[in-house]
């Protein structure tokens, strides 16, 4: 029904293009030059207000209908079905009613859920053609508004530049209302979880057992949610990330800057930068494939006993997968030094080495911290790596050897299979997300700062 | 600097560079140069080979995953077992079981018999059936098909399994060897193409198990994303570099942009599932949704790769345009945007290869599914992607999966080097350098 719908109005919006097109040549006959905007314009005039205003009434319509429906189903039950009954139990009997429309259901389901179900599914037929109408009805009064004001002296071309202007716009405010939908989002879900559990609790617990009873007779740990462990769990692998590909991605950024014959570069810059381009599943892959099994060999070898899923082996596939971000930044940042500096210390006397350490290295010292910096954010926010390769149980350790869990973890091992929000298991996911949201954000606005002021000295 | 400040204190006596300390200090100060040298080129080193050993480990476990074991056998297709009219009822594990038993005849109990079922893969019942339905006149008659092993037996063949370890040690024993190795005598065994990695879609059993609707949810998925993030994309970039003014809108859209471009992709995640799922109610699993988040991750990268390539069109361009008479919003729709059409286009397409291996935000909103056919594939309904069902292969116990999961990175890597090829490609042939 929704293709149809989006279809049909792509359709007339065409079709009013063309009518459009037709009533702008009617007006003034041969000669053309009586029109003050070319044809197209009329047509595209007519056809924005056509397609634009019905398609956002779809677009709502769709936003609007669903909660509605819930809304207008749940009041329609049986009051002794829905009498003091909290929000999950509501929700539950929701999702039990939308599966019988959705002829989904499995078991059999009590008479007025079974009936309910029914009347949501007819109602949502309704709902659909009521839409259909309502969006060919908008159309075509767009259709007749807009053709009416199709005459020789119409500044057709100013109102479409207008009606770009704004479509354009509201393109642009997309990225304001991604990052609100973000914070948003983020925000109300962690709060409700602040609700069941404290943040007190959540910011310096040093337990986390997230597996708490969903039903009644499950058997389960109480639930605690101290996230210190997961986030020491986080800074771990981050660290060892940033301590492999920290002096890889610097010393070839020195050789690539310094050393290197053009040739050489502009082979192994792209070499290198192959590595960023690779999946970050394709990472945890060779992590569990290769660097685990090698790590445990060569533990074995040396009587270290080192988990298959330890800080270790994470944290190392992620350092590869960083290098390129710290080599390419911090590149850019030795490249910027002025050739002033660098031609003045070599006259001195001093050799390239020398330079570099004493000369390049404190020079570019902001830019290659700005690069650091983002690297971290980039290794906290990392995931697939961390699933697969990292470990589930959150223990509180700074043992490389030992499994530990991260942020990114934590989220997805939280809401894989659940699509409910309503206890605090699925709701510490959104908390995390929250910290992980911020924490990310403080670093990349310091790194970007950093390597601002420090390009403004140059330039 | 402390070197001249020294020599200068001590005068040229002592000071002088011929001086065997001097000569000392010099080799030294050589050799610290030569050192980071070699540093710096073993970093470099050290990072092409562990490109080297990814790339490497990768070929070395998946490239066996594109060939597959088989063994013809004649298939008696008896009308007690399969009805003229009802070929899809009939009972093809017997007619399997028959010809498989027809091999060995002195195989008789019941035990080994169950056991030597297993040499076949589940799938070869399939595979008759189809052949069967696409021709009924074959009811009654016999047939040669081409017809899969079981995933042991596979990996038997192809050497993972080895030969030469004791029997308790080894997936499989003595005696179902001795069965595939006497098939392969009577030159019954042929080792082929897989096509089932390209035209299956996912099953429990690797030997069946294809990457047709991980790609086809992937294509899905791209389409979405590409059709709302090029036009958002483009307009935005116009905006903002054309004709926004300097106000604190414009620049609070330009920090976010930016902002939005270092985001973790698990937060957009995060924000599908609260928003798409939780608020719109969208379905879980869909294309749609996985487009449509995917999009919001490539949007920042298309707006500020957008704005680059507008900047490089030169102002003498507009400025001819405008001097002509024509209005602002002419001269970007007829000169500035179909010149910097190119750069968009190659920025536009590696943003896309970055979503092709997105995996977090899309573990994120289910799009994990189990697709066990590709004709179940819509929009709207359950799928999943490439990168999820590496995901999820990587995570399944069965040997024959390892090298599967391999093959189907390899599949995704070879999909990202085509888009990358076609993206250096357009900027090659394309896109003008002003001077």
Not at chain 1, 103 to 129: C, H, M, N, V, Y
Request: proline share 6%; hydrophobic share 55%.
């Amino acid at each position: 029904m929704l293709t149809y719908a989006f279809a049909a109005l792509l359709a007339l919006t065409l079709v009013s293009f063309m009518i459009g097109r037709w009533r702008a040549h009617a007006c003034v006959g041969v000669s053309t030059w009586k029109l003050h905007s070319r044809p197209a314009y009329h047509a595209s005039f007519v056809a924005a207000w056509v397609g634009i205003p019905a398609g956002l009434l779809l677009l709502a319509w769709l936003m609007i209908q669903g909660p509605v429906l819930d809304r207008l189903v749940m009041v329609s039950l049986p009051g002794e079905l829905v009498a003091g009954k909290g929000v999950g139990e509501l929700s539950l009997i929701l999702s039990q009613i939308k599966a019988v429309a959705g002829g989904t259901a499995f078991g059999d389901p009590a008479q007025p859920i079974l009936e309910a179900g029914e009347r949501l599914k007819s109602w949502r037929s309704i709902a659909e053609l009521a839409m259909l109408a309502c969006a060919m009805v908008v159309a075509m009064l767009g259709m007749v508004v807009a053709q009416s004001r199709i005459a020789p002296e119409f500044r057709a071309r100013q109102a479409v530049e207008r009606i770009l202007d704004w479509l354009m716009i509201a393109c642009a405010v997309i990225a304001i209302l991604t990052t609100l939908g973000i914070v948003v989002s983020l925000l109300i879900e962690a709060m409700r979880f602040f609700g069941h559990v404290s943040p007190l609790r959540f910011f310096f617990g040093l337990s986390w057992e997230p597996q708490i009873a969903i039903r009644a007779d499950q058997v389960t740990a109480g639930g605690a949610f101290g996230a210190i462990p997961v986030f020491v769990g986080t800074f771990l692998i981050a660290l060892i990330a940033m301590l492999v590909a920290t002096p890889v991605g610097l010393l070839s950024a020195i050789y690539l800057a310094e050393y290197a014959s053009p040739r050489f570069r502009a082979a192994i810059k792209p070499t290198l930068e192959i590595l960023a381009g690779i999946p970050t599943v394709v990472y945890g892959f060779f992590a569990v494939l290769v660097v685990s099994p090698a790590l445990r060999t060569f533990g074995e070898a040396v009587g270290l006993p080192i988990a298959p899923n330890s800080a270790l082996v994470a944290g190392g596939v992620m350092g590869i997968m960083i290098i390129p971000f710290i080599s390419s930044l911090s590149d850019d940042a030795i490249t910027a030094v002025p050739r002033s500096m660098r031609d003045g210390s070599l006259a001195l006397g001093a050799t390239k080495n020398e330079t570099i350490i004493s000369v390049l290295l404190p020079a570019a010292l902001p830019g290659i911290m700005g690069g650091i910096l983002l690297a971290v954010s980039r290794a906290i926010g990392e995931t697939m790596i961390v699933v697969m390769a990292a470990g589930i149980i959150a223990s509180l350790t700074l043992n490389p050897f030992q499994p530990v869990t991260t942020v990114t973890v934590q989220i997805v091992t939280l809401l894989i299979g659940d699509s409910e929000f309503d206890n605090p298991k699925t709701l510490a996911a959104f908390a995390l997300g929250l910290v992980l949201f911020v924490s990310t954000l403080l670093l990349n606005i310091v790194a970007m700062r950093i390597v601002q002021r420090y390009r403004e000295q140059y330039e | 600097m402390s070197d001249v400040s020294s020599t200068l204190r001590t005068g040229p006596a002592t000071g002088h560079w011929r001086t065997a300390a001097q000569q000392r200090r010099l080799r030294r100060r050589y050799a610290a140069d030569r050192r980071m040298q070699i540093l710096g080129l073993g970093a470099i080193g050290l990072a092409v080979a562990l490109l080297g050993i990814l790339f490497g480990s990768l070929v070395y476990s998946g490239y066996l995953a594109f060939a597959q074991t088989r063994v013809v056998l004649e298939f008696r297709i008896d009308p007690a077992l399969v009805q003229p009219d009802r070929i899809q009822d009939g009972n093809f594990r017997s007619i399997i079981r028959q010809a498989l038993f027809q091999q060995f005849p002195e195989v008789t109990s019941r035990r080994q018999q169950t056991e030597l079922a297993k040499l076949l893969s589940p799938g070869a019942e399939w595979i008759v059936r189809d052949h069967v339905q696409a021709n009924p006149e074959l009811v009654g008659r016999t047939v040669n098909l081409l017809v899969p092993v079981a995933d042991p037996y596979d990996q038997l063949s192809k050497g993972v399994i080895p030969r030469d370890v004791p029997e308790s040690q080894r997936r499989l024993g003595d005696e179902a060897i001795g069965w595939l190795d006497s098939l392969d005598r009577r030159g019954l065994v042929r080792t082929t193409f897989a096509w089932e990695l390209f035209l299956n879609a996912d099953s429990r059993f690797p030997e069946m198990a294809g990457l047709a609707g991980a790609m086809t949810g992937s294509f899905l998925t791209l389409l979405v994303c590409l059709l709302l993030s090029i036009p958002l994309g483009i307009a935005a970039a116009v905006y903002l570099e054309e004709f926004a003014p300097k106000n604190r809108l414009t620049s609070l859209i330009e920090v976010n942009i930016n902002n939005l471009a270092a985001v973790p992709s698990i937060v957009f995640g995060l924000l599908g599932l609260a928003v798409f799922l939780g608020f719109l109610g969208l379905p879980r699993s869909a294309p749609l949704v996985g487009g449509m988040v995917l999009s919001l991750i490539t949007l920042p990268t298309i707006v500020i790769a957008t704005r680059a390539t507008l900047k490089a069109v030169p102002p003498s361009i507009r400025e001819a345009a405008l001097a002509i008479g024509a209005s602002k919003h002419q001269v970007m729709m007829h000169h500035v945007l179909p010149m910097a059409m190119p750069g968009i286009m190659t920025a536009t397409i590696i943003g896309l290869a970055h979503a092709l291996g997105e995996t977090a935000p899309l573990l994120l909103i289910g799009m994990n599914a189990f697709i066990p056919s590709v004709d179940s594939i819509g929009l709207l309904e359950p799928a999943t992607a490439l990168p999820m069902q590496i995901y999820s292969w990587a995570d399944s116990p069965e040997r024959g999966f390892v090298a599967r999961t391999s093959a189907a990175i390899l599949v995704l890597l070879g999909f990202l080097v085509a888009m990358n090829a076609v993206a250096i490609y357009l900027r090659q042939r394309f896109e003008r350098t002003w001077s």
